[in-house]
């Protein structure tokens, strides 16, 4: 797909950019130290930030927390710091320091600081943004994680699109990532449902429609033996003899695996997610016995009406049970094992399970217990909570569910299958068009996803989510596309030195183009990618004013200057898409 801008992650090796905010922020600072001292309260509370108001100054320091510190008037420290920084900083990117009430504005010198700016996004290209946060620390992020013999839920799909672009971001920030696909291929439930199978299964519809049958087959089997104790022992001793190899079942057990992986494996291909690891729950299974030992033996459970549990009552995280009546293991028995495995056999430093808030009970039991246990990962693991989706008539069930990611995938491809062969009857073709019509499509579904902050839930709504005239993926990918088109009917080198930068909407761009690793690295270190999001739907405003108000193409001083900002820009729209997973379309 040429016309597509894609890349694969990759471990990155190259040297991390330098950034001229951060020269600037590091200079003032130490000066700031070296007048009130080396005091971490003093480095804390210093900020350097964009002004609010760009005709008083291109950055601001407030003096109201550094004033407070030493009980004097802010503005009188104000008015001290401009003072001093402009008699004892010298710093070429900045023209002067002005105070202003309680905060001094920073004048940046525009011919120097623009050109270091655009020669770093030049030089830096696809690294532009990132920043050595990682030192190559061994992280794992758990995502997706569908329950076999299932269709994918949405709360899935929202799991793996944020979780594969926390894995890119912080990829890009110099962490070793491995993606892992925990899917769910054990447990009672397939007892229940091969015994379901056996009892009135149809395997020619099953053949056809293997999960959609198997759903119904499953919610049938749940329901009888909810009600009959013979069917609920019959499920039990499914499981049993799945548990000690039963040929028949163990091949039709394979069968739902492969039916299930197959239909996952068609969605993952369609969003252009991959995963390093997919270790399945039965691959944990002849671990778990030992992880129970291991949990008794750390003298932290004790035995009720049978089963065993651990009192996490002192932590308000009631009562942790390990081991059911049966003495079967319980499911955070299993995740003990599992996250045992990961920090001893993969060697990873860290684990974010990206995983809907809905379960933030489990994993504070999981980290208690493993704490008790002498393994105190809570400042080693995450649990990435994400919002979850709901419908008018409230939570949605899974078992029932009405909304399904193939069928959302399959209506925005309808529907930007629509507007690019509308585009098309108007202009020359659009290239790749299947290619193109995909980038919409799945670039629309992620940005739904990811736009606002993945911990707020929301109500599903398939107007909105349809609704490509409103969405800021769209907006973005075609502003990315103008800008490939204008660069491409351009004769100029955009690489041409840049001077006499006047404009304020030049000014600007340049400086949001200066503050994107700032973004980058606040979305690593929160582990929220709609900053990037927020951060791409101004910086493409901007850009449009820009487009709409001035003449970029020419063969003036000015036009070499707007060429230049127009070639970074470009750059950093398809970093911040690549961040997000979304493709930048070159042509729309």
């Known amino acids: 797909m040429k016309e597509i801008v894609r890349r694969e992650l990759l471990e990155y090796t190259q040297a991390f950019p330098v950034y001229s905010l951060g020269e600037i922020e590091t200079t003032i600072r130490s000066q700031v130290i070296d007048w009130l001292g080396n005091n971490p309260d003093v480095v804390a509370k210093l900020t350097i ?89 061994n992280l794992l992020v758990d995502m997706s994680s569908p329950n076999m013999a299932r269709r994918m839920t949405v709360g899935c799909l929202r799991s793996t699109i944020i979780g594969d672009s926390i894995a890119r971001i912080l990829r890009f920030n110099g962490f070793s990532i491995t993606r892992d696909n925990h899917l769910g291929d054990w447990g009672m439930k397939f007892g229940h449902l091969l015994n379901g199978v056996s009892r009135f299964g149809n395997m020619e519809a099953i053949k056809h429609r293997p999960l959609e049958e198997l759903e119904k087959i499953y919610v049938r089997a749940i329901k009888e033996a909810e009600f009959d104790e013979n069917i609920r022992e019959r499920g ?101 094992a599992t996250v045992l495995y990961r920090l001893e056999q993969l060697k990873v430093e860290g684990i974010l399970y990206v995983v809907g808030n809905d379960q933030t009970l489990f994993f504070q039991q999981l980290f208690e217990v493993m704490r008790r246990m002498g393994y105190d990962i809570s400042a080693k693991c995450r649990h990435v909570a994400f919002g979850m989706i709901t419908l008018p008539e409230g939570k949605i069930n899974t078992l029932t569910q009405k909304i399904l990611p193939r069928d959302i995938i399959d209506r925005l491809m309808e529907k930007s299958r629509a507007m690019i062969i509308d585009k098309s009857r108007s202009r020359d073709g659009v290239g790749d068009r299947e290619g193109v019509i995909r980038a919409i499509a799945i670039g629309a579904l992620k940005w739904f996803n990811l736009s606002v902050d993945p911990r707020q839930s929301y109500m599903f709504d398939w107007d909105r989510m349809l609704d490509l005239d409103s969405n800021g993926a769209v907006y973005i990918q075609y502003t990315h596309a103008r800008i ?34 700032r973004v980058v690295r606040r979305s690593a270190e929160e582990f929220n990618p709609s900053y990037i999001a927020t951060y791409l739907s101004d910086l493409c405003h901007t850009f449009n004013k820009l487009y709409q108000d001035l003449r970029i193409v020419g063969v003036s001083q000015e036009n070499f200057n707007r060429l230049a900002i127009t070639s970074a820009v470009r750059q950093v729209i398809a970093n911040g898409l690549f961040l997000l997973g979304i493709d930048a379309p070159q042509i729309i």
């Not at 105070?99 to 696809?126: H, K, Q, T």
């Not at 040929?247 to 492969?258: A, I």
Request: negative net charge.
């Open 49 to 137: 930030s964009k002004a609010a108001r760009s005709k008083f100054g291109d950055l601001t320091i407030p003096c109201f927390q550094l004033a407070r510190l030493f009980g004097r008037n802010p503005v009188v420290v104000a008015s001290e710091l401009a003072r001093r920084l402009s008699s004892t900083t010298q710093i070429d990117d900045v023209s002067g320091y002005e105070p202003d009430g309680s905060f001094v504005n920073i004048r940046l010198n525009y011919d120097v600081f623009g050109a270091r700016v655009l020669e770093n996004v030049v030089n830096s290209n696809m690294r532009y943004g990132s920043e050595n946060l990682g030192h190559g620390a």
């Open 236 to 336: 039990k001793e499914t499981l049993r003899k799945l548990e000690l190899g039963d040929p028949e079942l163990q091949n039709l057990w394979q069968r739902v695996v492969d039916w299930s992986l197959e239909d996952y494996g068609d969605i993952y291909r369609m969003l252009g997610v991959d995963f390093e690891i997919a270790l399945r729950d039965s691959f944990y299974n002849p671990m778990v016995t030992s992880t129970l030992e291991r949990i008794k033996r750390s003298g932290i459970t004790r035995e009720n009406e049978g089963a065993i549990v651990v009192d996490l009552s002192d932590k308000d995280l009631g009562i942790a049970l390990i081991q059911k009546t049966n003495e079967s293991p319980s499911y955070l028995a299993r995740e003990i």
């Open 484 to 517: 490939c088109s204008l660069l491409k009917r351009s004769a100029i080198d955009p690489k041409t030195n840049v001077k006499g930068i006047e404009h304020p909407l030049e000014k600007q761009l340049i400086l949001n183009i200066a503050e994107f690793n």
